[in-house]
């Protein structure tokens, strides 16, 4: 027991040396780009899409990010929007839903990017919130792909 009064003071000072040269480096990044802060995703946590939420959508979709949008969409989303999104999805007769057909350009004219990210990370009325189930990234392309449903 007493040997470790000898080995831990040395293995600490090991530990603070080692993380020392990453600290200031760390401290002068940020002051050498002067680009304004990026829209760091303030949706990490738990919290609802905060006001801060971008109306444009910051993000380029991929065929990979909207490959993996589809699969989110067809998990989360058309047991009531439908597979295609014409809202007739299965749960549409046991909630007593009437959904908007996607497919429809009208639908989505009015709303947003920002507010179609909101809706979705944070659900509204029957709409369970998608929250944190997919990160801020995976949103926006979510709101890409619902978009999409119209243009074919
Ligand atoms: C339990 C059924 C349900 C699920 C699951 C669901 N939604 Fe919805 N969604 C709704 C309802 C109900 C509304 C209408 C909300 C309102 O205006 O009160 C809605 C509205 C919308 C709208 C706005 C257009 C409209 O029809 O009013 C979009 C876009 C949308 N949902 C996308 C999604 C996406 C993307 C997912 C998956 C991440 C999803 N929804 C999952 C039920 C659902």
Not at 90 to 115: F, H, N
Not at 123 to 139: L, Q, S, T, W
Request: one cysteine or more; charged letters at 20%; proline letters at 10%.
């Amino acid at each position: 027991m007493l040997k470790l009064l000898f080995v831990l003071p040395p293995l600490l000072f090991l530990a603070l040396l080692t993380q020392e040269p990453a600290a200031p480096a760390a401290s002068t990044a940020p002051a050498a780009q002067t680009a304004p802060a990026e829209p760091a995703a303030p949706a990490d946590q738990a919290a609802p899409a905060s006001a801060a939420v971008p109306q444009n959508n910051p993000v380029k979709p991929t065929a990979e990010s909207q490959a993996h949008a589809k699969n989110t969409y067809s998990i989360d989303c058309a047991m009531c929007h439908g597979e295609n999104g014409n809202g007739k999805g299965d749960l549409v007769g046991d909630m007593k839903l009437s959904l908007k057909d996607l497919r429809d350009p009208d639908t989505l004219k009015d709303m947003s990017d920002g507010e179609l990210y909101t809706l979705i990370h944070d659900g509204k009325g029957k709409m369970p919130a998608e929250g944190d189930r997919a990160k801020p990234d995976d949103v926006w392309n979510l709101v890409i792909l619902v978009r999409s449903f119209a243009k074919k």
